[in-house]
């Protein structure tokens, strides 16, 4: 649905969109990178950590947003929050694999070790390798889906569009920006207002 928005709102409205983009792109690509070169595995923790600040600064933001700023921004910052949260919840599930792993070692040690063939009679411990790993692949995966719809949002918060479900969550009032109709360059929705 197109709204009729300032240039003062579609900047505000693409905000939260830069923020969440931005603290993709430094924690997940270049603190993650730099971190896997020093080779500290528990440095890695500090990647959901820092990332989860930025996400509750978005929270903290929302919640304020509403009496500082229009409808429009109001539910752009809902979007960045509630995918921030998709982020969060892949950080839950990587810890839930983790802690389950690091239980089953605990109950078998060394049961998932493997010989390194070298001289000093070293093992490779492989359970916690394809833990990582797996757990790397689950937030890699809400780290992509959340970066391309991020994406889609700075665009639409650009054009004036906002799916018409968020107010469901950030409810219209006399205030709210007018709803223009839908356009041709966004999702069709049943009986909603066309634009011309």
């Not at 500082?68 to 539910?75: G, H, K």
């Not at 992509?144 to 018409?164: E, R």
């Amino acid at each position: 649905m197109h709204y009729k928005v300032t240039e003062q709102e579609i900047r505000a409205a693409k905000t939260p969109h830069h923020i969440f983009n931005i603290n993709i792109l430094i924690t997940h690509l270049f603190i993650s990178m730099i971190v896997l070169e020093i080779g500290d595995t528990v440095a890695l923790l500090l990647i959901p950590l820092i990332s989860s600040l930025v996400i509750f600064y978005l929270y903290n933001r929302k919640n304020s947003s509403g009496i500082q700023s229009s409808w429009f921004v109001s539910a752009h910052w809902m979007l960045a929050w509630r995918r921030g949260r998709i982020l969060l919840f892949s950080y839950a599930i990587a810890l839930a694999m983790v802690a389950i792993y690091w239980i089953i070692d605990q109950i078998f040690p060394g049961g998932f070790s493997m010989n390194n063939f070298s001289t000093e009679n070293t093992q490779t411990n492989l359970g916690e390798i394809i833990t990582i790993r797996f757990a790397a692949v689950v937030i890699f995966v809400a780290v992509l889906i959340t970066f391309m719809q991020t994406g889609i949002s700075v665009y639409d918060a650009g054009k004036g569009i906002l799916d018409p479900a968020i107010e469901t969550l950030v409810p219209r009032d006399e205030n709210a920006n007018e709803a223009l109709g839908e356009g041709s360059d966004e999702v069709q929705h049943a009986n909603v207002k066309k634009m011309d």
